[in-house]
Nanobody, 119 residues
Framework: QVQLVESGGGLVQAGGSLRLSCAAS????????MGWFRQAPGKEREFVAA????????DYADSVKGRFTISRDNAKNTVYLQMNSLKPEDTAVYYC????????????WGQGTQVTVSS
């Protein structure tokens, strides 16, 4: 059964950086687009960034453009989210997700990793 496992979250001061990783099991990781989402306390889950199967196309929420970078290493079955210039409003649980080949919706989610940015 395919699973997504996030890591790399933690506590960081405003202006700092973190790199999140999402490791996927299974042999077909490179076929899928992947995304990062986040959910802050009391708020709905929101889109952060996405990357296509090859890494040649990326998309970002306006709130993170220029600060966050999504990338992937298909040889390692891993997708990354490099987060720079972090702000307290970036505090949330961050989830990675796999996009279905058929519905183009995100159909597989990790358990999440907490990111806390102190002011």
């Amino acid at each position: 059964q395919v699973q997504l496992v996030e890591s790399g979250g933690g506590l960081v001061q405003a202006g700092g950086s973190l790199r999140l990783s999402c490791a996927a099991s299974g042999r077909t990781f490179s076929n899928y687009g992947m995304g990062w989402f986040r959910q802050a306390p009391g708020k709905e889950r929101e889109f952060v960034a996405a990357i296509n199967w090859s890494g040649g196309s990326t998309d970002y929420a306006d709130s993170v453009k220029g600060r966050f970078t999504i990338s992937r290493d298909n040889a390692k079955n891993t997708v990354y989210l490099q987060m720079n210039s972090l702000k307290p409003e970036d505090t949330a649980v961050y989830y990675c997700a796999r996009k279905s080949l058929f519905t183009r919706q995100y159909d597989l989610w990790g358990q999440g990793t907490q990111v806390t940015v102190s002011s």
